[in-house]
Structures are given as C-alpha cells and as structure tokens.
C-alpha cells in the first residue's frame, strides 16, 4: 500500500498544491491501491515540503521524483510510450509551468488585500491563534 501525503482541502477545492495534486492524479491514474494522509505543517515532511509518498516503508518526497518511480513500479505506464524528444518537451514545460508560472500564481494569493485573511486561514490554520493573528497584522502593514 501506498500512502500519499498531502494538505489537506482548504478554499473549497480538493487540495490547494498543484504538486499534490498532481501525484494525487498519477495515483488515480495508474490504478495503483494508495491512502491519503493529510498533513498541514509541510515542515515535518522530508523535504520540508509536500507531498510525499511511503512505498515499501521507503519516503520518497518531490512530485516528479514521485512520478519517476511510480513510472519504474508500473514498466513505464507514465512515460513508456514517450519519444525522447517527447519527454524532453514534457520536462520543458514542466520547468516552466512548476518553476516559474507557479510562482505567479503564489504571488497573486499572497500580495492581494482582499484574498490575504484566506490565505492566513487555509495556510496557517494549524498555528495558535495568538501567533496566527501576527500574520493579519503582518499584512496590514504593507
């Protein structure tokens, strides 16, 4: 069994990370039999970031090094079919969908007036409220 660890739901939607998303989908995909365990504090994770999987008691942290191996369980059901050439496009824009446009979209939750109490809530609802309500007045500077 494989165990997928993830956030968990915040704004109405399944998961907020496009990165645990994405595993979340290759899972599914792939027809693989797997838990979710849902996390908030992302810094008890590997890698200080999620998600995460536990395969054979073995943590393995990094959605495309999650993809990577879920590819080798599998004889290549991710990417077997995939040209060199193919695979080098994929990475392509892989890299600047994840390494870059995200960080856009990050940007604009955070810099927002309007949206920023949401984003104190979906993100740091696991921190005490006294410490939480920092993050309020934080913002209210800017």
């Known amino acids: 069994m494989i165990t997928l660890v993830t956030f968990p739901p915040a704004f109405g939607l399944r998961n907020v990370s496009p990165f645990c998303l994405k595993t979340e989908m290759a899972l599914k995909h792939l027809d693989l039999a797997f838990q979710i365990e849902e996390q908030a504090d992302p810094r008890k994770a ?12 073995q943590k ?26 193919e695979r080098a496009t994929g990475a392509a824009f892989t890299r600047l969908a994840e390494d870059h446009l995200y960080w856009i ?22 921190v005490p409220g006294l410490i939480r309500a920092s993050f309020r007045v934080l913002r209210a500077d800017r």
Not at 46 to 57: C, F, S
Not at 105 to 126: E, I, N, T
């Open 105 to 126: 979209m990050v940007a604009s939750r955070w810099l927002d007036p309007d949206w920023f109490p949401h984003v104190v809530s979906g993100f740091f609802g696991f």
């Open 60 to 85: 393995l942290a990094d959605s495309e090094l999650i993809l990577q191996r879920l590819d080798e369980m599998t004889q290549g059901k991710l990417f077997g079919d995939l040209t060199p050439e």
């Open 46 to 57: 590997p890698k200080g970031k999620l998600p995460y999987v536990v395969i054979e008691g």
